[in-house]
């Protein structure tokens, strides 16, 4: 789930918990069950800060005993005042093992810590489990009653969840915008493919170069379409991207048509659509899923009197 679908979330469970005070009841919190969360909300901070300075500690640990074993293995000469000369080992590099040592102490003083943290958390989610299951025993609390209460002890703001998300949608819409901007600026493709859309759009008869403008390429909103209109629209979208992918990368797409006599286009548009195909893309790969047939030279057809699985087996 991306940032933008946990504030939605966030939002709407804000929103419910506020119809939740606003009927308050016998679902209130009390300062007891208060004071419980506040100390919980403590601990858990005191044990991610002591995890945090773990991790610190230890890949300090590591870098240290790393860096003893690299001069160890450099097999090092030290020449005295005196001209005696020594080998640098480990156990001879002056205040490294002390500081080693110095953080493994305090390594195990703050696994300590952690662990009495750790404990005293888990005793606190104990208690308030239990005390919710006595609820529901003694007070005979519903579900939703345990869930309320649960969702009070959650601080949330609405309106500080509103401003995260009136961000996010200006951030997003910004990319958006940037987006649009730079596919409208290629205007040697955009150009290109729009040409195509008025081609296939005037001999389909759903507009021409008046009606359709240069921007229509970026519309989003061809769902507003309905019936015939909106499958020949389609088409020609489509047709129209196919050509310009093979006209810039040479890869020839491969056409797949489900049941085109059945999308409420009339027997000429579909004549018309199949005259396209024929004239523009004969040498693409076409597949048509339909119980009736089409005017292709040599077509190959399978046709599946059974189960589809069983012809695709007989094929193989």
Do not use: W
Not at 7 to 29: C, H, K, P, T, W
Not at 108 to 125: D, M, W
Not at 185 to 205: F, M, P, W
Request: with cysteine; glycine share 4%.
């Amino acid at each position: 789930m991306n940032e933008r679908q946990k504030y939605n979330q966030m939002f709407s469970v804000a929103l419910y918990r506020e119809s939740i005070e606003e009927d308050a009841g016998s679902v209130a919190i009390d300062s007891y069950e208060e004071e419980t969360d506040i100390e919980l909300s403590k601990l858990i901070l005191r044990q991610r800060r002591l995890k945090a300075e773990l991790k610190r500690i230890d890949q300090t640990l590591s870098e240290n005993k790393r860096f003893k074993q690299f001069v160890a293995d450099m097999k090092l000469l030290v020449q005295a005042p005196d001209g005696t000369t020594f080998a640098v080992t480990q156990d001879n590099i002056v205040g490294l093992n002390d500081s080693i040592d110095l953080l493994t102490t305090k390594r195990k003083i703050i696994s300590g810590e952690y662990a009495l943290v750790s404990s005293k958390i888990g005793a606190l989610e104990k208690e308030k489990e239990s005390e919710y299951e006595q609820q529901a025993f003694f007070q005979t609390a519903s579900q939703i009653e345990i869930f309320d209460r649960k969702i009070l002890r959650i601080p949330l703001n609405p309106q500080a969840i509103k401003a995260q998300q009136s961000r996010l949608e200006k951030e997003l819409k910004a990319v958006r915008d940037e987006i649009s901007s730079i596919t409208k600026n290629n205007n040697c493709v955009v150009a290109s493919i729009s040409d195509k859309i008025i081609q296939y759009g005037t001999e389909l008869g759903i507009g021409n170069k008046e009606t359709i403008p240069q921007n229509y390429l970026f519309t989003s909103n061809l769902k507003e379409l309905s019936g015939a209109l909106l499958h020949k629209t389609a088409f020609a979208f489509r047709l129209a991207y196919i050509a310009e992918i093979e006209k810039k990368l040479n890869v020839k797409l491969p056409i797949i048509l489900d049941s085109p006599s059945g999308k409420e286009v009339d027997h000429d548009n579909i004549s018309l659509m199949m005259e396209i195909l024929k004239r523009d893309f004969a040498d693409h790969q076409i597949i048509i899923a339909s119980i009736f047939e089409y005017n292709f030279d040599d077509p190959k057809k399978i046709e599946i009197e059974d189960r589809l699985i069983n012809e695709m087996m007989e094929i193989q």
